[in-house]
């Protein structure tokens, strides 16, 4: 899990969109090592938007971002988990394609030992959660981006994972979340993103790819 | 990537996965076609390549919907888009599951079902050989076209029609094959264009799904 101190996530003016519309422009901000930063804002302001292109899954409408290649571990709603296979058969996949090779270590951080064995389809929505987070551990990797990762985990399950990042942290990694919930984190600073909303074309902001086809 | 293709083989043989759903449409083919064109062995024998094939065809377009479609709903695609692997490695694994799990059953089954339809012997041979070459190609352009429609809820109607007109060369040749190798003709020509097919497919469609997935992801 130790990541490379120099490696750091920066922001510059960024513009992303979702569905051919801009929805936030001018993003800029630094996430450091052993730095977390909650995006907060209205629903449908783009948070989710955010962190799927910075996660690579979509490509940015402007701006820079520069990062170490293959440094984020992206977890979403939902977390890429097959119900027919069994828990630690799910971990096991993620960790080959990764490269790495320990499973033990994310399955006790995220409590999930008694479970290992049980098919995925058995295990409650907080559990499947619990399982999604412990996949985050076996990337390795060091920036964690993570929409709404506490959703159906109970307080217990929350503090838990407040540790697992603090942990994380703590070892020089970083993460980007999207959270309505206080996790109490020490090294954590808000980012709202209401003043980055995107402004309408005629305002001056910028157009996304449907604006010029409709207009 | 090995370790995506042991997953998708473990996946297809679990409970729900799909595994023998293309053989049992073959077997259904193949054993109501005697009964609704009669039971003349001559007939059968003349039809037999066609029907092999067409069978083969759809028992492969009927799987199709499922390669891409149950990653993207639980999120698993995203999460291979950002491993890293390549993502037309992963379209390769998957292709290539695919064909384990609906192509190489057809291919092994054939000779039973040729008996079936009366194929002559000396055409049996002919039947696993033209199989074993084209059946890789319907995988892969099937691929290509579940890439293509990923993301579109019920994209399986969208997706036989994109990837038929895809599949009729590969339709042509192999029966074409079957049908000669019957006949004691000469069956170089359409042994060499199906596998130029399977060649050509397999070197150059997996950069173009891994490019439709992208376009689709976002």
Redesign the interface.
């Known amino acids: 899990m130790a990541a490379d101190p120099a490696s750091g996530l920066r922001v510059e003016n960024l513009a992303v969109a979702r569905g051919g519309l801009a929805v936030l422009e001018g993003v800029s901000f630094a996430l450091a090592p052993g730095e977390a930063l909650v995006l907060r804002g209205p629903n449908g302001i783009g948070k989710t938007t955010l962190l799927?292109t910075l996660?690579?899954?979509?490509?940015a409408l402007a701006g820079e971002v520069s990062v170490p290649p293959?440094s984020?571990?992206?977890a979403?709603?939902?977390?890429?988990?097959?119900?027919?296979?069994s828990v630690a058969?799910n971990l096991?996949?993620?960790a080959?394609?990764?490269?790495t090779r320990d499973i033990s270590e994310p399955l006790s951080q995220m409590n999930l030992e008694t479970l290992a064995e049980r098919p995925a389809n058995s295990l409650s929505a907080g559990q499947k959660r619990r399982l999604g987070l412990a996949?985050l551990l076996v990337t390795g990797r060091p920036i964690w981006m993570l929409d709404e990762p506490t959703v159906s985990l109970d307080t217990d399950s929350v503090a838990l994972f407040a540790r697992v990042i603090a942990d994380h942290l703590g070892q020089g990694g970083s993460a980007l979340m999207a959270t309505h919930i206080d996790l109490g984190l020490v090294s954590s600073r808000d980012l709202d993103l209401t003043p980055y909303k995107a402004r309408a074309p005629e305002a001056g902001g910028i157009s996304g790819a449907f604006d010029e086809v409709l207009s | 990537m090995i370790a995506l293709l042991i997953r998708d083989l473990r996946l297809a043989v679990r409970a729900g996965g799909g595994f023998g759903l293309g053989l049992a449409f073959f077997l259904i083919v193949v054993t109501l076609v005697p009964f609704g064109v009669g039971p003349q062995g001559d007939i059968l024998a003349r039809i037999a390549p066609g029907i092999l094939w067409l069978g083969a065809l759809l028992a492969c377009l009927l799987s199709l919907d499922r390669i891409f479609a149950l990653d993207y709903e639980d999120g698993s695609l995203d999460l291979l888009v950002s491993a890293p692997i390549p993502l037309e490695g992963v379209v390769v694994m998957k292709a290539l599951a695919h064909w384990l799990t609906t192509g190489l059953p057809l291919v092994i089954a054939a000779p039973v079902f040729g008996l079936l339809l009366h194929l002559p012997g000396d055409a049996q041979g002919w039947l696993v050989l033209s199989l074993l070459l084209g059946t890789p190609a319907l995988s892969v352009l099937g691929t290509f076209g579940a890439a293509l429609t990923v993301g579109l809820k019920r994209g399986g109607l969208l997706l036989s029609l994109l990837v038929l007109p895809f599949y009729v060369p590969t339709l042509i040749f192999g029966a074409e094959l079957v049908s000669r190798g019957a006949q004691g003709m000469a069956t170089q020509i359409p042994l060499l264009m199906l596998a130029g097919i399977t060649a050509a497919s397999v070197a150059l469609i997996p950069f173009a799904a891994a490019a439709a997935i992208r376009v689709n992801l976002r």
Request: glycine letters at 10%.
């Open positions: 799927r996660a690579g899954l979509q490509p293959e984020i571990a992206y979403a709603h939902s977390d890429g988990i097959k119900a027919t296979l058969e096991r996949f993620w080959a394609v990764h490269g996949r």
